[in-house]
């Protein structure tokens, strides 16, 4: 069991300080060190080295729910990359399977988008780099020398990725409806979507943000009310949730299932001290 349960931890601070550039991609906090921040492929190269396989082809698809060649390791559509038609990263989704959706009741129908059914899951889906490219022209490796992971983030908000969200890399220009929560170790300061006290946790948005020192550095998918199988996701106990909240919602205080993964942009979650 994973939880988010504060433990005095002795960290290792890499030298070398907010570096703008998006340097990492790493998934899941976890109190264990060995069972956290585990780095996934940027190169398409390195994402079959280490046993991901297509989910839906090598090749871009017009007629799927989202841009780019999807990869998965075993199945597990929990952790699905993309990468554009050059083998570059160019997003991350979550993909529920509908038996699971169907036994847990969730992604509800106001989160239908942002979740969409396709090939048998519901998914949700990240772009690291602007989706109207990633099939068309796609990166070049001085561009992802450049830009590391990414340049923006862009959440499909809608059945196809010509509908997303941009959302923005400097903390200052986050808007209402987002709401700022607290900010953790290892991750920062959290903004959630469109919450209030007396909010129902079927509307609870599938997706956080976090900040470091005005930088996006990472996002994090919040499922609640499912308590999902797979071993990428996070199980906080509710009882942590004033440490990310600063009014948590009443619902969150009544709710026992949780599914959440934090998704790291830069190399070094060690630096996020808060
Ligand atoms: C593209 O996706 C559609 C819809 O799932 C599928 O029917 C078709 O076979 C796919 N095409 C290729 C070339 O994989
Ligand atoms: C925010 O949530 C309220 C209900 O809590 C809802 O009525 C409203 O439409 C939501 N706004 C947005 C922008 O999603
Ligand atoms: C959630 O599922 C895990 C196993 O996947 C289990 O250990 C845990 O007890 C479950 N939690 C709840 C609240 O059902």
Redesign the pocket.
């Known amino acids: 069991?994973c939880s988010a349960t504060p433990v005095v931890t002795l960290v290792f601070l890499l030298i070398g300080l907010a570096n703008s550039k998006w340097n990492g991609l790493r998934v899941r906090y976890c109190t264990h060190p060995e069972k956290a921040f585990f780095h996934q492929p940027r190169l398409v190269v390195e994402a079959k080295e280490q046993g991901f396989k297509p989910v839906r082809g090598l090749q871009c698809n017009a007629s799927v729910h989202y841009r780019g060649i999807a990869y998965a390791k075993d199945g597990d559509r929990s952790l699905t990359l993309l990468y554009d038609i050059h083998g570059f990263i160019g997003g991350i989704q979550a993909g529920i399977p509908i038996n699971e959706a169907e036994a847990t009741l969730y992604p509800s129908q106001s989160l239908r988008p942002p979740f969409v059914l396709d090939d048998q899951h519901y998914i949700i889906t990240m772009y690291f780099t602007n989706p109207d490219e990633i099939c068309k022209k796609g990166r070049k490796a001085s561009d992802f020398e450049q830009h590391g992971t990414g340049e923006n983030l862009w959440l499909q908000t809608g059945q196809y990725p010509h509908t997303v969200a941009y959302l923005p890399r400097q903390e200052r220009n986050i808007a209402a409806p987002w709401v700022q929560g607290k900010c953790y170790p290892k991750m920062g300061t959290h903004y959630w979507y469109n919450i209030s006290t007396d909010m129902s946790c079927e509307n609870f948005y599938p997706v956080f943000l976090m900040y470091n020192n005005d930088e996006m550095t990472g996002f994090g998918w919040s499922f609640v009310t499912a308590?999902l199988?797979s071993a990428n996701y996070e199980?906080p106990d509710r009882a942590v949730f004033p440490l990310f909240f600063h009014e948590v919602p009443e619902c969150l205080t009544r709710e026992?299932?949780f599914s959440a993964m934090h998704v790291y942009l830069t190399n070094n979650p060690y630096a996020h001290t808060c």
């Open positions: 069991m308590n199988t199980h026992t299932k």
